[in-house]
């Protein structure tokens, strides 16, 4: 069925005033739950749905709605395909139908104080095809508890959001986020946050966009403090960062153009992903979204513009997990499967030398060939490019924080995988989302800690260790004494820094 044609989207449902906390908006009143101390408001539009004229098109304002909205159950999710393989078993996926799916989830202070609250916005990873602000680990109860507004944010995911078509604005995704941030800067003191004090966060490929969001000129004006968890600090040309878009368009016999995309169903752009992208994961590549290069967006690759000075005012926490390759790597069995050969491909494709290899087996004596791979690929893709914004960031007026989690889960062997750290800077370990990454006997205790640093980071400008320096200092959640190490493995970083 095409979508080509359809009226302007229409104003949300609405339903008459019923018991539960109420906020008033600019485009309507919303009512929401209290559960716990907490108030959540659920599916709350802060852009207009993306169907119809608006389909492959910048974000346009929400649409004003009479009576009260119905806030007490999550909204509409992205259309998305569910993950696939072993990842299913570890990675959930939650599917609400319906056009109005950017949206934004409250959950605030059901009592505070006159004085407005800082505010957490949070963007899903997901490699930029997945995760809504349905799944059960976002519901951030936790930061309302300790003070804090907390919001997560729905956006377009892969084709509808990142494809690169001709006719169409690049990055529609990227562009829903910074409407989000501008609804935030509108609205949020009408649920008790302060737009003043605005942290944006995000994991894995929402740490790419907070990336690209803290580079961007109008950054100091949207948020005041920034914390990406093992996120890539990356952008790729249009012509690499459509590779997918234009297998999509083959896979499909239509031209990659926004008037043809247009014509086919999410349902059918959703098949056609899955057949293109059958098999791939970050590590094996294939075909992937990507943020684009763009004069208006993303001017340059976030690594570059960053090291630039783009951002420098404001407050960065960063970190990575020490063993990210491994979700991709265990779970699937692929860690047995590399072989020497493998390993010699891969490294000369990313430019690592046989002395960095050399030295990684040899601080690794009872690794297999596998594991070596995965630990060169996690310190090339992300540890390597974080110190080296962090040291670039020196000579700003902000600080930069740094952190690695380190903890070793024990569900299928995962250890400090990417995303297994999800659950404690939640502080929400018994969310089904957290019990699969983390299992059931993770440390209460750790999630205390790290999840206190992410609202101190965020009420203060401080997690509560030492800023970065030469020393190179990283706070390591690794459920023990959670110690500052200074320069860990500082002889394999420099072995893979350019």
């Known amino acids: 069925m095409s979508d080509a044609g359809q009226a302007m989207p229409t104003a949300v449902s609405t339903s008459p005033a019923g018991p539960g906390p109420t906020a008033t908006t600019s485009r309507g009143a919303v009512r929401g739950v209290a559960e716990g101390g907490v108030e959540h408001y659920w599916a709350i539009p802060y852009a207009a749905a993306p169907i119809g004229e608006l389909r492959f098109a910048l974000p346009s304002p929400a649409v004003p ?6 806030g007490t159950s999550p909204g509409p999710t992205a259309p998305q395909n569910p993950y696939g393989g072993a990842l299913a078993r570890i990675l959930p996926t939650v599917d609400i139908p319906g056009e109005n799916f950017l949206n934004v989830h409250i959950a605030a202070p059901a009592s505070r104080d006159p004085e407005l609250l800082p505010v957490m916005v949070w963007f899903h990873g997901g490699s930029l095809q997945h995760g809504s602000n349905a799944l059960a680990g976002y519901r951030g109860s936790s930061f309302a508890r300790d003070g804090v507004v907390f919001v997560a944010a729905n956006y377009r995911l892969g084709a509808e959001g990142f494809s690169v078509l001709g006719g169409a604005p690049l990055n529609l995704g990227l562009a829903d986020q910074m409407a989000a941030l501008r609804w935030v800067q509108a609205e949020i003191a009408a649920f008790g946050g302060d737009p003043a004090r605005v942290t944006v966060f995000g994991q894995s490929a929402g740490g790419n966009t907070v990336s690209a969001l803290l580079a961007h000129p109008d950054a100091p004006s949207l948020f005041s403090r920034a914390i990406i968890q093992s996120g890539p600090l990356s952008a790729d040309p249009p012509a690499k960062a459509g590779r997918i878009t234009e297998k999509i368009a083959k ?23 899955a057949r293109v992208t059958a098999g791939t994961t970050p590590l094996t590549g294939g075909p992937s ?15 570059e ?21 491994r979700l991709w790597l265990v779970p699937t069995g692929l860690v047995m499967k590399l072989k020497a050969l493998h390993l010699a491909v891969a490294r000369r494709k990313v430019g690592i030398s046989a002395a960095a290899v050399k030295l990684f087996k040899r601080n690794r004596p009872h690794s297999i060939t596998g594991e070596i791979l995965g630990d060169l690929a996690t310190d090339k893709l992300l540890r390597v490019p974080m110190n080296q914004l962090a040291d670039a960031r020196l000579a700003g007026p902000a600080p930069t924080f740094v952190y690695e989690f380190a903890w070793p889960s024990p569900v299928e062997y995962l250890r400090a995988a990417h995303a297994v750290e999800l659950g404690f800077a939640f502080d ?31 009420a203060t400008g401080s997690p509560g260790w030492e800023q970065w320096s030469t ?20 002889d394999e970083r420099a072995a893979l820094t350019p």
């Open 65 to 70: 709605w009479d009576g009260v909205l119905d």
């Open 251 to 273: 896979d499909l016999k239509i031209p990659a153009t926004r008037e043809a995309f247009s014509r086919q169903s999410p349902a059918s752009l959703l098949a056609a992903q």
């Open 289 to 303: 979204y990507a943020l684009s290069v763009e004069p208006g967006l993303v001017p340059a690759s976030p690594a």
């Open 305 to 325: 513009a960053l090291a630039g000075g783009a951002g420098a005012s404001i407050p960065l926490l960063i970190g990575t997990t020490t063993d990210e390759a």
């Open 428 to 458: 929400d370990l018994g969310s089904a989302d957290s019990l699969g990454l983390a299992g059931s006997t993770a440390p209460q205790e750790l999630a205390t800690a790290m999840h206190r640093a992410w609202v101190d980071f965020a």
């Open 471 to 490: 020393q190179r200092p990283v706070k390591t959640f690794d459920g023990g004494s959670n110690p500052v190490v200074f320069a860990p493995r500082d």
